[in-house]
C-alpha cells in the first residue's frame, strides 16, 4: 500500500522531504501540501512534478479523508497547532524539530497522544539513524569503553541567517544534542550551565556566538557542547565520548583525501542536508514502513517534551549565567522504553 503523505510547510527541509519521498524512498507518495506562503507550496507542486493539492492551511489539508500521514515542516512555533490537529484528525504525523517551542506545548502534545491511546507522533531526531551515532551507541551499550565519564562535542555551521538569535543556539541547534545525547547514554539531564567565550567578528551584532553549553545528567556524565554558528570553514558535528577503558569517537564523513601543493586533506560539507543526508532518508523511511505497521518506532513526542524542558533550562542558564535544575514529568506509560533509531 502506497502512504498518502500530507506536507505542511514547504520551506528548506519540507522540500528536501519531499524530494526524497518522491525520488529515492518506497511506500509514500505527496498527495497534498500547504504553506503560509501559498505560492511556495504551488511552486513545490511544480518543481517536483507532484500529483498533489494545495491546501489554504493545515486544517483544511487535515481534513481530507484521503490523507494516511503528514509531514510538519513548518517553523518551530507552528508545530504544535498541526500536530495538535492531526493527532484530533488520527493521522499519523511525522514532525520536524522542535515539537513545539515549549514545554508546555509538547505536554499538550503528549496528553492528546495518551488520550488517543496510540502514538501517532515522530519527532525528525534524525541524528539517531545517523550510522555514526549508531555505532557509538552500539559501543556504549555494549560497554566498549566501560562505562561513559563525559562527552565532547560540537556543533558547528558555516553561518546564521539574519532571523537567528542567541537562544535559537539552543532551541534550533543544540537541541539536535540534547536528544541524540540523551538517547545515547539513556539518561536525562539535571543541570546545565552556559558561558560564553569572546564573541566572532561574523556573528551579527545581536547575538552571541560561539557558545559553551556544561549539561550534567542524572548519572553523572558532564557534557561540553560547544554552538558555533557562524564558524565559517563548514558544516563540522563532533562528538567525542570518554569512557572509564576508552574513547569512542563519531566518525568523520567519508571523503576521498588528496594530496597536493604541500597539503594532505579531505573535504568539509558546507550544508546540514549532505551532512544527514541518509540519516534523513532513514528516519522518513522508517516512519512511512512504520505508519504502514500501524505502529511507530522512531523519537517520541516524550523525546520532543524531554529536549524541549531541557532547551527551557539551558536557555534561562544563557541568561542567568548560573548553573540551571532540569526537572521532568514522570514519564507516562505510552512511552515506556527507548525509541530506536537504526541503521
Ligand atoms: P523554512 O523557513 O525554509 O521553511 C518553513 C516553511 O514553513 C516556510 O515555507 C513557511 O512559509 C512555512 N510555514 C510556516 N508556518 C507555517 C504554517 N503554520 N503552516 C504552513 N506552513 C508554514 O524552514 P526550514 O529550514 O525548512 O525549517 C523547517 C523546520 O524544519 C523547522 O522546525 C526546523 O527546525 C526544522 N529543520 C530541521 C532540520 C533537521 O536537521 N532535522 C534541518 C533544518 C530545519
Ligand atoms: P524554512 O523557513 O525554509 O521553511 C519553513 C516553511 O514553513 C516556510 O515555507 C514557511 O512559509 C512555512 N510555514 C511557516 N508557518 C507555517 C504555517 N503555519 N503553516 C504552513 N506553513 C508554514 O525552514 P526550514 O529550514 O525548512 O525549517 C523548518 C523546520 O525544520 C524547522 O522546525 C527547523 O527547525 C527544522 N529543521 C530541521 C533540520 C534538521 O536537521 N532536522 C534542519 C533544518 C530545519
Ligand atoms: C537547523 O534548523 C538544523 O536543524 C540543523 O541541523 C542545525 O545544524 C542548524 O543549526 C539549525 O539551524
Redesign the pocket.
Known sequence: MTLKIGV?????????HIRRITSNLSGGRITAV????EA??KAVVEQYALDAAVYP??KSLLAQADIDAVL????????E??VLAAIEAGKYVF????LATTAEGCRRITDAEIKHGKRLVQV???RRYDSGYVQLKQAIDEQMIGEPLMIRCAHRNPESGPNYTSDMAIT?TL??EIDVLHWLLDDDYRSVQVSYPRKTRHALSHMRDPQVVLLETNGGVLITAEIFVNCRYGYDIQCEVIGEDGIVKLPEPSSISLRKEAMFGTRILMD??DR?IEA?DREIQDFIDSVGRGELQGPTAWDGYIAAVTADACVKAQESGQREEIALDEKPALYAGQAVGQV
Open positions: 505542511i510547510g514547504t520551506g528548506a527541509i519540507g522540500k528536501d500547504t504553506d503560509v506562503n511556495a507550496a492551511d493545515d510538519v515542516t513548518s517553523w518551530g512555533p507552528a508545530h497547532q498541526s514532525c520536524e524539530k522542535p525528525g531526531f534524525m534550533d537541541i539536535h546540514w542536508k544527514f534523513y
